[in-house]
């Protein structure tokens, strides 16, 4: 009995003398249940649904287009909002990165009627322009079809007089896989970039095989720039592995360019500067990955990488637009799937400044020595 509680005592001395088991057992189910708790309870499950009325009378939205989005808020489904009648819905649905835009045409009440005295031979029609990546965009087509259907039962006993028109926001059809890519791309090269400068700064500075690089003719500069060439060409190296199995297991539709290319190596470059921020203020390299984690694994849900972002309660979403990756998926999907190269020139010149400016830090205070 001694015996087992000697080394008892000193199991439970190493637990609580690694920090890095710590940080698993205790603060990572913590971040778990907070991250999940803020996303999940405290959605109110209603989705934002943005409506262009155009079925106008003398400036003013007809009798029957005041009816129909009264139905579509009496479901308690959605959050409507209007957008304005003379807009491009597509442009429109496009440059906002809306998940849903249902367009109730010109003329639609006067079509209902025609569709009701030809008993449904002749159809009212409605058009509704969703983002097909979204997991939540077909519960939305089924919400608005149900709406349809019993608008249509008010009308006559036999429904069949109006039908949607659906439009993916995208200009060719995707499949989800298609938008979960460049997330899972931006996601790789994050946590390779980070990862990799925790564990080259932690444990070289460790090991003193820094201090002896310091000894060589390298400068810190050249150090660190071979460094980071090496994270971007990884980044390169993981995201062609992604596309092949894509290509070959979901016949992938994704298109790579230049804009996007850069936009990974900004990222890249990004996620390094940040790694060796962390690295200068840990003291060993299992601290270091803690400290990693801690940073990585609360973007990888809160910047739109897995779950769209129209899910998550309004303060989640305020935290998203500064968390640098999600510039960097919306960058991605916006160059690989939308053709909205615009945007993603954008984007990118976000994640290069930000990556040069936490590129310059981190050499600034990276030491080749062990405090």
Not at 89 to 116: C, H, R, W
Not at 222 to 227: C, G
Not at 264 to 272: R, W
Not at 290 to 316: C, D, K, R, W
């Amino acid at each position: 009995m001694n015996r087992i509680l000697v080394d008892l005592k000193a199991s439970l001395k190493l637990f609580f003398r690694n920090r890095s088991t710590l940080f698993w057992t205790i603060a990572f189910p913590c971040i778990l249940i907070l991250l999940f708790g803020a996303i999940f309870s405290y959605s109110t499950a209603r989705y934002d649904l943005y409506v262009q009325n155009q079925d106008l009378a003398n400036g003013s939205p007809t009798q029957f287009s005041i009816l129909f989005i009264q139905a579509l808020n009496y479901t308690n489904a959605f959050n409507i909002k209007q957008v304005n009648a003379s807009a491009n819905a597509t442009q429109y649905a496009l440059d906002n990165k809306l998940t849903s835009l249902l367009v109730i045409p010109k003329g639609f009440e006067n079509q209902t009627m025609v569709a009701k005295l030809t008993n449904g031979t002749i159809k009212a029609s409605l058009a509704l322009i969703y983002d097909q990546s979204s997991s939540t965009g077909m519960a939305v087509v089924g919400i608005i079809n149900g709406v349809i259907n019993q608008f249509d039962s008010a009308i006559s006993s036999k429904p069949s007089y109006i039908d949607t028109q659906l439009q993916t926001i995208a200009p060719t059809r995707y499949g989800y896989i298609d938008f979960f890519t460049p997330g899972i791309m931006a996601m790789s090269a994050m946590t390779l970039s980070i990862f990799g400068a925790v564990e080259v700064n932690t444990r070289y500075r460790e090991n003193g095989i820094m201090h002896k690089v310091e000894t060589t003719p390298m400068t810190r500069f050249e150090w660190i720039l071979s460094k980071t060439i090496f994270r971007i060409l990884m980044s390169f190296f993981s995201m062609a592995i992604i596309l092949g199995i894509g290509i070959l297991a979901f016949n992938l539709k994704v298109t790579i360019d230049a804009v996007s290319l850069l936009l990974l190596a900004a990222c890249s470059m990004l996620f390094s500067g940040i790694g060796m921020v962390l690295s200068r203020f840990v003291k060993d390299a299992d601290a270091a990955d803690s400290a990693a984690n801690a940073v990585t694994f609360p973007m990888m849900f809160l910047s739109g990488t897995f779950f769209p972002l129209e899910m998550m309660p309004p303060f989640i979403r305020s935290i998203a637009t500064v968390l640098p990756l999600t510039y960097v998926n919306n960058g991605l999907r916006d160059a690989m799937i939308y053709g909205q190269q615009q945007s993603a020139i954008y984007y990118t010149a976000i994640i290069t400044v930000l990556g040069v400016a936490v590129l310059i830090i981190g050499s600034f205070i990276t030491k080749w020595e062990e405090d």
